[in-house]
Antibody, heavy 120, light 108 residues
Framework: QVQLVQSGSELKKPGASVKISCKAS????????MDWVRQAPGQGLEWMGW????????TYAQGFTRRFVFSLDTSVTTAYLQISSLKAEDTAVYYC?????????????WGRGTLVTVSS | SYELTQPPSVSVSPGQTARITCSGD??????AYWYQQKSGQAPVVVIY???KRPSGIPERFSGSSSGTMATLAISGAQVDDEAGYYC???????????FGGGSKLTVL
C-alpha cells in the first residue's frame, strides 16, 4: 500500500528540539522528492521546503532556514524534520508530502500529519 | 515575497455551483493547483495543472485559469464538499512555492 506514515504527536517545552519522522512504503522512495508543510492551529497551509531523496540535498523556504533541518535515512525509507530551539509559535501540524516527478509537479500523497505542541 | 490571494469564505446552497478564485501575478506563466482539506484531515489534490482532475475526483470539480486568476468550480455542490480549499503555485522563477490563504466552502 502506497502511504506515508508519520510519527505521533509531541509535547515539548520552549527551547527543546523535536524530530518528526515520515516513513514511506509501497513505492520506490528515491524516485520522488519529499516536501514538508506546516499548518498552525486554525490557519492555512505553509510550504516549508523539500528534500531531494536521491542526493539528500534540502531546500528551505524563507522563514525555515535556521532552526529547521530536513534529513533522510534511505535504508528505512524515512524522511525526517528536526526543529530546534522550539518556540510557542512552532505549535502546528507538520505534514510530509510526496512530490510527483517531472517539471510540473504537485503533492499526490500526504502523511496524516504530526501535531507538535510547544508549551511550558 | 510572492502571494496567492483567495477569498476567505465562499457559501452556496446545495446543488449550486461554487466558484473559488485565486489571484497571483505569475499565474499567466505558472500552473495553479487546488487542494481540498476536510476538517482534521490531510489535504488532497482535486485539480492539477490548472484544469486536470486526478482519478477518483468527481467530475463536478473543474479548474480554469485566465490571466492572473485561477478558478476552482464545483458544480452541483454537496454538503460533503464543505472543506478548506487552497490554491498552490510558484512565482515566475519557480523558486518560491506558495499556498494561497485558503477558502472555507460552506454548503447549506
Amino acid at each position: 500500500q502506497v502511504q506515508l506514515v508519520q510519527s505521533g504527536s509531541e509535547l515539548k517545552k520552549p527551547g527543546a528540539s523535536v524530530k518528526i519522522s515520515c516513513k514511506a512504503s509501497g513505492y520506490t522512495f528515491t524516485s520522488y522528492a519529499m516536501d514538508w508543510v506546516r499548518q498552525a492551529p486554525g490557519q492555512g497551509l505553509e510550504w516549508m521546503g523539500w528534500i531531494n531523496t536521491n542526493t539528500g540535498n534540502p531546500t528551505y523556504a524563507q522563514g525555515f532556514t535556521r532552526r529547521f533541518v530536513f534529513s533522510l535515512d534511505t535504508s528505512v525509507t524515512t524522511a525526517y524534520l528536526q526543529i530546534s530551539s522550539l518556540k510557542a509559535e512552532d505549535t502546528a501540524v507538520y505534514y510530509c508530502a510526496r512530490r510527483t516527478s517531472g517539471v510540473y509537479w504537485h503533492f499526490d500523497l500526504w502523511g496524516r500529519g504530526t501535531l507538535v505542541t510547544v508549551s511550558s | 515575497s510572492y502571494e496567492l490571494t483567495q477569498p476567505p469564505s465562499v457559501s452556496v446552497s446545495p446543488g449550486q455551483t461554487a466558484r473559488i478564485t485565486c489571484s497571483g501575478d505569475a499565474l499567466p506563466k505558472k500552473y495553479a493547483y487546488w487542494y481540498q482539506q476536510k476538517s482534521g484531515q490531510a489535504p488532497v489534490v482535486v485539480i492539477y495543472e490548472d484544469s486536470k482532475r486526478p482519478s477518483g475526483i468527481p467530475e463536478r470539480f473543474s479548474g480554469s485559469s485566465s490571466g492572473t486568476m485561477a478558478t476552482l468550480a464545483i458544480s452541483g455542490a454537496q454538503v460533503d464538499d464543505e472543506a478548506g480549499y487552497y490554491c498552490f503555485s510558484t512565482d515566475s522563477s519557480g523558486n518560491q512555492v506558495v499556498f494561497g490563504g485558503g477558502s472555507k466552502l460552506t454548503v447549506l
